[in-house]
């Protein structure tokens, strides 16, 4: 890996360098009732409007790459004759400014599903193919167990990574478009007392996470806690709003339906994101319900994403963003439903 | 302007090696004609389905078991399992109960309807690892139709199997599926029982559950560990006494094999509608062998 350092105050080069392009990244949308500062991944106009010390955002940054409706298709009707129209609605590159490690660790999961497996889904490989993100390292909040699901760095999925290093940033390249930028700002190689200094402040982050999930043998306490009552409980608090999928970075489940225009000439065939948290997931028509029960649903959540998913890809699809339990309106957290399905309340 | 990210175009190929497959086959659909349609009980219908360019539809493959997404523009898209035999390629028949929007709509359409198809999509019954094995073909109500294309594939190539068995239970008589096909299937070298729940006064067969005949089918054999297989589909409920009684009786997990049923909006697995742990049964089933359908957390 190709690694650089520039001066802080050379950022606002960068970024107008980079803003000849669609900027996207996170802006202050505005404060909650406690006057804490509220974030949301967003387009943006200026450089002002960026905001790098940015807490976790609202919502992820899926719905760039996996919008929250998409119209898959369209279709021309004439009388009992029709011509289907695909679009994979893509038509230009993104830059994702300020992307911290656990939403590029998002992406690159949800890349597991999307773009690889049997059948790659264009509409989405389209847009992730066209998005260039510029990392930035983050300080942990006291929600964030991202160390715990080892998604607290990002290795790959990015353009270039930056590590604060108080006056300078230090820089992770992994792309040629990136490099080029970085020599347009005229950055330097780093010096030994920069590797230093960066290895200092990863160690500093690593000590500063407040939440623990243990995921030793998780799997496997999933399967052996099934019919736990821990379900159970947490399953009267849940109101199956699918809020958590909502925000959630990495849930990427959907429901397809199609729409007839009034003079029955035109229908759409639009996909929109759900939740297995909501009551009709797994309702088949006829009327039978797989999964009729709050407690199951919200089971087959961490089911998905803690168990499924590693037996499928090898890792959890959780990133530990905490996102979910801040959004929960049951105040309903990761870790502690984990700790109380291991027995450890 | 130099600064300017090149806008790569998956759809026209400007994606160099990393490209996996085709990205417009993900949303395509074959057009089709609903050729047919017959009324098989009250609520379930028959419908053949012809892909409408021949060269396609002789390219359109199948194996028994695979199921298609079947699409109405402007109504939505469901899958169904395929209900013919894989040697009529593209020209398929689906048996469908009207039971939600789309398939009550689609019970109102009229021969000529155009449709689009997509698929096949799954796993199937490996009808061809069967060869030289008895074979037990058990159905319960609308399992009928995913087993049919099983049960005319082993028909067509008879001489392949040993003995052939098959099994098919209804509620009443009204709810019986391809009435007019039983006497067909009921050949000099495959035993056919039908049963049914509740008889009604024009009923002459048997009357009673479908394990009923089952267990005179295992008194019966020999060897069931080593030269039989079953193919099982019916709801939950039923297949699972019958795995459960041919397991006991011997016969391994890995040759029983059964077809199960989810909510699925793609069938591609990437909306997850479908998803049971680590395995979504659209593309990992929906024909699964018992044992993996036992090892997986409430999937029956």
Redesign the interface.
């Known amino acids: 890996m190709i690694f650089k350092v520039f001066p802080k105050k050379k950022l606002s080069l960068l970024y107008e ?2 803003a ?2 669609t900027m996207v990244g996170p802006t202050l949308k505005g404060k909650d009732r406690n006057g804490k500062s509220l974030y949301d991944f967003d387009v943006l106009y200026t450089f002002d409007d960026l905001a790098l010390d940015y807490t976790a955002t609202i919502h992820s940054a899926k719905r760039f790459v996996l919008p929250y409706h998409e119209k ?2 369209s ?1 021309d ?1 004439n009388k ?3 011509k ?1 129209h ?1 679009d ?1 609605n ?4 993104l ?1 994702f400014f300020g992307m911290h490690p656990c939403d590029i660790n998002a992406l690159n999961k949800l890349d597991m ?2 773009a ?8 989405y ?2 847009k992730r ?2 998005i ?1 993100i510029v990392g930035l390292d983050c300080s942990p909040e006291p929600q964030c167990f991202c160390h715990s699901m080892g998604t607290d760095s990002a290795l790959h999925g990015f353009d270039m990574f930056l590590t604060d290093l108080g006056d300078k940033y230090f820089v992770e390249v992994l792309s040629a ?1 990136a490099f080029d ?1 970085l020599s ?1 700002i005229k950055s330097k190689e780093p010096s030994k007392k920069d590797h230093q200094h960066y290895k200092q402040v990863n160690a500093l982050k690593n000590k500063n996470f407040a939440t623990n999930v243990e995921t030793n043998d998780l799997t496997k306490i999933l ?1 052996l806690e ?1 019919d736990a009552k821990a379900w159970d409980q947490w399953g009267d608090k849940c109101l199956s709003c699918g809020t958590c999928s909502n925000v959630c970075p990495t849930c ?10 009034l003079d ?1 000439k035109n ?1 759409n ?1 639009i996909r929109s994101l ?1 939740s ?1 948290n909501l009551l009709d ?7 039978h319900n ?2 009729p029960e709050k407690s ?1 649903r919200l089971k ?1 959540r961490y ?2 994403k803690h ?6 890809f090898e890792e959890s699809l959780c990133v530990g963003c905490g996102r979910c339990g801040q959004a929960c309106l049951a105040d309903i957290t990761p870790p502690e439903v984990i700790a109380s399905v291991r027995g450890k309340e | ?1 130099k ?9 026209h190929g400007s ?1 160099g090696h ?1 490209r ?2 085709d ?2 086959s ?4 074959y057009q089709a004609e609903i050729t047919n349609v017959y009324s098989l009980t009250k609520t379930e219908k028959l419908y053949q389905i012809q892909i409408a360019d021949p060269k396609l539809r002789t390219k359109f493959t199948f194996k028994p078991g695979q199921f298609v997404m079947l ?8 899958p169904f399992s395929i209900s013919s035999s894989p040697v009529r390629h593209g020209d398929i028949e689906l048996c469908i ?1 009207g ?5 009550n709509f689609l019970s109102r359409v009229q021969r ?3 449709v ?1 198809l997509s698929g096949p999509f799954g796993t199937h019954f490996p009808v061809e690892k069967m060869h030289g094995q008895d074979l037990l073909l058990i159905a319960g109500g609308l399992g009928i139709a995913p087993l049919r294309s099983p049960l005319l594939s082993v028909l067509e190539n008879r001489s392949r199997y040993g003995r052939v068995d098959i099994m098919y239970g209804a509620k009443n008589p009204d709810e019986l599926l391809f009435t007019y096909q039983h006497e067909e299937w009921r050949r000099f070298d495959i035993n056919l029982d039908i049963t049914v729940d509740q008889a009604d006064k024009q009923w002459q067969g048997r009357t009673g559950l479908i394990t009923e005949i089952l267990k005179e089918r295992i008194q019966e054999s020999t060897d069931l560990a080593n030269n039989t297989f079953a193919i099982v589909c019916g709801p939950p409920i039923m297949f699972r006494f019958v795995c459960d009684m041919l397991t006991q009786a011997g016969l391994p997990m890995q040759k029983m094999f059964v077809s199960l ?3 699925m ?2 069938g ?6 479908c ?5 979504y049964t659209c ?1 990992d089933g929906p024909v699964f062998d018992y044992w993996s359908v036992m090892n997986l ?2 999937a029956i």
């Open positions: 360098l980079l000849v392009n898959l298709s279709f009707i009992t004759d029709w289907k695909v994979i893509v038509y230009k590159p830059v599903v999307l690889g497996n049997v059948y790659p889904n264009p509409y490989i389209g193919k066209n260039f478009t930028f347009q399967d099934f990427y489940c959907y429901g397809v339906e199609e729409n007839i225009d029955l229908a065939k759900h297995c997931f797994a309702k088949v028509s006829g009327g797989f999964r199951t087959y089911y998905h168990r499924g998913f590693v037996e499928a | 302007m600064n300017k990210l090149d806008f790569i175009d998956i759809m994606d990393h996996k497959e990205p417009n993900f949303e395509y659909s699409e109405l523009p402007g109504i939505g898209e469901a109960r039971a939600g929007n789309f398939t000529g309807t155009k689009g049923e989810r909510r909006h793609c591609r697995g990437k909306c997850c509608r998803n049971i742990g680590s395995t593309i957390k409430e």
